[in-house]
Each structure stands twice: as structure tokens, then as C-alpha cells.
């Protein structure tokens, strides 16, 4: 049973209490009462989907309790919450969440008043990475959850499908975590310098592999991927833009005509957790081939791999394959 589902069942005010003694004992430095209130002593880390919950789990290790609010083969885009969800929101010591990708989740964290709360987006630079049909992931115009330094609609929240980007983001969170729980900030600051190195080895796999290839162009189904092109000299051509369930315009496709011809792309990628109907329609319709490209939002049974760096690893082989890695 989680730390969260334990103190579910105490009584609100009791609840309460509970959490200003956690919050107290984190202030004092003395994890060894910080979450006295759980079960296990653990800090109680609530994760809004995969790339974040692997963050914390790598990161905090034996020290963390993490729960994931997106579970595993659930588009996380379309993320509905529960009322208990969002109750327990606010009983958690630490919150780690990517906003404009989860319009639900911001609202909730937003909600939960949570002291020790992350957002991944801030620890690194977003971009904006063009495509037919712009797709904000659900941004407030306008609203509290759209005030990122310079932000504007638009910016491409997929920043953990680089491994450069993703090691800024996991040396961001160790620092949160150290303040979070300073009684185990040599833990932390030893598993994000053990973290980071398994993403720079990552990194050079990915230069190094996709160096010469016969062509730059790969086409998918879910514009996921507009970092990793930039990051390794490669073009991504999205079917229908950031919104993995966006049906594509017919101008769209016979655009994706053309730069199949012109690129010599042999390809169009699809993902775990959408249709892959759009792919296998257009791939036949164009004589390509049609592939696994993993947006890495979820790990399931169907995923290549049983972690980010595994599935990042089976990526890799299918963009060396699709583009004719020499």
C-alpha cells in the first residue's frame, strides 16, 4: 500500500496535521521523521506520467515512494483525474509534472498547493517546432497555467525524447530533490550523477548511429520527435502535428507525398498508444513501410523495452533502420 492510499484513510484534520509534521521535519533535516506519517518513512513523490515518474524513481531511489497519476497504457494527453486523485494531491511532500501536456494535471497540481513542486518545463529550454496543425496540449490562453517565462502556445513540450535535454531536466530535479530532503542530498546528487551519465552515453549512441545515413527524413504519426531531429541533424515530418490523435487534412497528406518522393524516406513511424490506422493507410497508399517510433508517454507490455533508456535503444535501431544507417 502507498504512503498516499495510507493517509487516505486517516481523517482529514488528522491528514493535515500529518503533513505540517512532514513539512516541518523536512524543514528541521531529519528524514528519519519527515514522513513519519506514512507507512515507511519514505517521501511521498506523486509523478504526472512516465518520463517524470522515471526521473524520480532513478533519482530519488530508496528514498521515495513514487506514484505515477497517469497509469501504464493510458494516452497521457487525455488524462482524466479522479476526485480521489486529485484529494490526495495535496498530501504528497513532492510533485514532479511537465505542464501543457496534461491539462488535467495542471489544474490539480495548481489546486494541490504542494511546497515542493516541480515543473520539468522550467528546468530547460523549450522551442517551437513547426507543423501543419499547431497543437498547444491544452494551454489557458490567457490563464495562470500559461505564465512560463516567455511562453507562448505552441512550444514543443516533448523535451524528454532528447537525452541532452532530458539530463538538464534529471540534474534540475536531484537539486529540488536535495532541497526537498537535504538529510539525503549526497544520495540524490550520487543517482542524478549516475542518471546523467547513462544520458550522455545515450546521447553519443545517437550521434554516433545516426551520422551517415542515407536519408534525414523520417515520417510519423505523432510530431513527439522535434527535438531529437534538431539534436541529430534529422527531419521529422509529422502527419498531423503534436496531437497524436489529430486526423491529418488532405493537403496534409498530399504534402507527405511529395516529401516521401523528394527524401526518400522508407518509412512512417507510428506509436504504442494511439491507432495506428493513419500510418498503415498512408504507408500503403505511398509503398513505405511502417514502424514503431516510442513517444516514450508510457511503458507497457507492447513497448520495446522495460525503461526510458531500453525503449530509447530500441528508437534508435528503428531510425537506423528506416533511414539506412551506414
Known amino acids: 500500500m502507498t504512503v498516499m492510499n495510507v493517509r487516505r484513510l486517516i481523517p482529514t484534520a488528522a491528514v493535515a496535521g500529518a503533513v505540517a509534521l512532514g513539512l516541518t521535519a523536512l524543514s528541521a533535516c531529519s528524514s528519519s521523521d519527515a514522513a513519519e506519517s506514512g507507512s515507511d518513512g519514505k517521501l511521498d513523490v506523486v509523478a504526472s506520467f512516465y518520463p517524470m515518474q ?31 486523485q486529485i484529494g490526495g494531491l495535496s498530501d504528497a511532500d513532492y510533485i514532479l509534472y511537465l505542464k501543457n501536456v496534461q491539462p488535467a494535471v495542471d489544474d490539480a497540481v495548481a489546486q494541490a498547493g504542494v511546497e515542493n513542486t516541480v515543473d520539468a518545463a522550467t528546468l530547460t529550454t523549450l522551442e517551437s517546432h513547426g507543423s501543419e496543425v499547431g497543437h498547444d496540449h491544452g494551454a ?43 538529510d539525503n542530498a549526497a544520495d540524490y546528487r550520487k543517482n542524478t550523477e549516475t542518471l546523467v551519465a547513462e544520458l550522455n552515453k545515450l546521447d553519443k549512441a545517437y550521434e554516433s548511429g545516426l551520422k551517415n545515413t542515407a536519408t534525414k527524413t523520417f515520417i510519423t504519426t505523432h ?36 516529401v516521401a518522393e523528394e527524401s526518400k524516406a522508407t518509412t512512417v513511424f507510428f506509436e504504442t498508444l494511439a491507432s495506428d490506422k493513419t500510418a498503415k493507410t498512408l504507408a500503403k497508399d505511398l509503398g513505405l513501410k511502417t514502424g514503431v517510433l516510442d513517444p516514450l508517454e508510457g511503458i507497457t507490455g507492447k513497448s520495446a523495452g522495460a525503461d526510458y533508456i531500453e525503449v530509447m535503444e530500441s528508437n534508435l535501431t528503428a531510425l537506423q533502420k528506416a533511414l539506412g544507417a551506414k
Open 54 to 84: 522515471f526521473l524520480a524513481e532513478e533519482i530519488g531511489g530508496s528514498h521515495v515512494s513514487v506514484t505515477s497519476l497517469t497509469k501504464p497504457g493510458v494516452e497521457p494527453h487525455d488524462l482524466e483525474l479522479s476526485p480521489r
Open 140 to 182: 489557458e490562453e490567457g490563464g495562470e497555467h500559461e505564465e512560463h517565462e516567455g511562453e507562448e502556445a505552441g512550444l514543443d513540450p516533448h523535451i524528454w525524447l532528447d537525452p541532452v535535454k532530458y539530463a538538464e531536466v534529471a540534474e534540475g530535479v536531484g537539486k529540488s530533490l536535495e532541497k526537498a530532503d537535504p
Open 223 to 258: 510530431s513527439a520527435f522535434g527535438y531529437l531531429a534538431e539534436r541529430y541533424g534529422l527531419t521529422q515530418e509529422g502527419i498531423a502535428g503534436l496531437d497524436p490523435e489529430a486526423e491529418p487534412s488532405p493537403a496534409r497528406i498530399d504534402e507527405i507525398h511529395h
